[in-house]
Nanobody, 127 residues
Framework: QVQLVESGGGLVQTGGSLRLSCAAS????????MGWFRQAPGKEREFVAS????????VYGDSVKGRFILSRDNADNLMHLQMNSLKPEDTAVYYC????????????????????WGQGTQVTVSS
């Protein structure tokens, strides 16, 4: 079964940047859309961004649009989330996830559409 491992979280000041990475253990990575979600204490898991399989088509949540950039490297089974202009409200545990359906025609933004999750990486933005 594919495993996902996030890295790159940490503590940053408001306005700073971080780059998260997600490494997948299988080459089937390239056949699935991949996404990032985040969850702050006491809040529901929130959609951050996702990228379609086989292309660079990306979708972003409204709260991160224009600040975050999602990319994938299928050759190395990696996905990256470049986070710029960070705000305290971006503080959360960030999870990468794989779509439950391979080669889905659209990009899914509902956590229930994803069935494989990483362990999460903490991002803390200080004010």
């Amino acid at each position: 079964q594919v495993q996902l491992v996030e890295s790159g979280g940490g503590l940053v000041q408001t306005g700073g940047s971080l780059r998260l990475s997600c490494a997948a253990s299988e080459h089937t990575f390239r056949s699935f859309a991949m996404g990032w979600f985040r969850q702050a204490p006491g809040k529901e898991r929130e959609f951050v961004a996702s990228i379609k399989w086989g292309s660079d088509w990306t979708v972003y949540g409204d709260s991160v649009k224009g600040r975050f950039i999602l990319s994938r490297d299928n050759a190395d089974n990696l996905m990256h989330l470049q986070m710029n202009s960070l705000k305290p409200e971006d503080t959360a545990v960030y999870y990468c996830a794989r779509d439950r359906i391979s080669s889905r025609l659209v990009v899914a933004a509902d956590p229930q559409d994803y069935d494989t999750w990483g362990q999460g990486t903490q991002v803390t933005v200080s004010s």
